[in-house]
């Protein structure tokens, strides 16, 4: 089993106590649970996972609105940046895995996108530079993404497939493609409003998303949020059972961020 350490890092913007609505934490908590991806596990014993926990939290007496810090529903996302020539489909890549565990990241929950971490990321905004999309990582977790996502789907739409790169014990073989074309017949048309977030007054919400992609390929990361991540810009007020949910202002919350190491 690889040995890993938890380091928890909060950096709470300072506001003063009249203005401050609303916080955002982020932290990280391991479950035992059976992985039946090869690449971690082949299901027949249990393994440590993390989770990266969300929580909002309404300090006020207002009614207010928030933006969720990801649209994710089960892991967390990575935007691909590199496109690879390859007649190879996701769950067959995903078997060839690079190990990170030496290296470094920042992941900014609004870009979606690993960076290799220094003095200058901490607490810089979401870019897109020539070292990120040169970064390799990015695309290995989007893969990871991409198929943990899809076998997901499989499961919770009562279709007993499973991809390549998986190896649970009573489930047919199929490939990415087929599994997509399954799903196809599921799809759910967005809604902006999915990503709107309401909190009554002193109300706490939380969001768990499996980092199972991140245990795969080993390395640390922080991960961070930012005001800007998480307020509605232009949004209007909501009424709901005759009660006023208001948009926040980034100098009405504060954020967090959390650091984790998996070798």
């Not at 990361?221 to 810009?233: C, G, N, P, R």
Request: hydrophobic fraction near 35%.
């Amino acid at each position: 089993m690889k040995g890993f350490k938890l380091f928890i890092l909060f950096f709470f913007a300072s506001f003063s106590s009249y203005s401050q609505k609303a916080s955002v934490e982020l932290t990280i908590e391991w479950q035992k649970e059976r992985v039946y991806l090869k690449q971690i596990e082949d299901g027949q014993k249990e393994v440590l996972v993390p989770y990266l926990v969300i929580t909002y939290r309404n300090i006020s007496n207002e009614y207010i609105t928030l933006k969720k810090a990801t649209p994710d529903d089960y892991y967390l996302t990575n935007v691909s940046l590199i496109m690879y020539n390859t007649k190879m489909q996701y769950d067959e890549r995903v078997m060839y895995l690079r190990d990170y565990s030496s290296n470094k990241y920042i992941y900014k929950l609004g870009g979606f996108i690993i960076d290799e971490y220094s003095k200058n990321t901490e607490f810089s905004s979401p870019i897109i530079d020539s070292e990120i999309v040169s970064h390799i990582i990015n695309s290995d977790l989007f893969e990871l993404y991409c198929v943990l996502t899809v076998q997901k789907e499989l499961e919770v739409n009562g279709v007993n497939k499973q991809l390549r790169c998986f190896n649970y014990p009573d489930k047919d073989y199929i490939t990415f493609k087929e599994a997509q074309n399954i799903l196809f017949d599921y799809q759910k048309l967005d809604s902006e409003f999915d990503q709107v977030l309401t909190l009554e007054p002193n109300q706490v919400k939380k969001h768990r998303l499996s980092l199972l992609g991140y245990l795969a390929v080993k390395g640390t990361f922080i991960f961070k949020v930012t005001e800007d991540d998480i307020i509605l810009h232009d949004f209007p007020n909501i009424t709901f059972n005759d009660k006023i949910y208001k948009p926040l202002t980034k100098d009405e919350i504060s954020t967090s961020s959390v650091q984790i190491e998996i070798k």
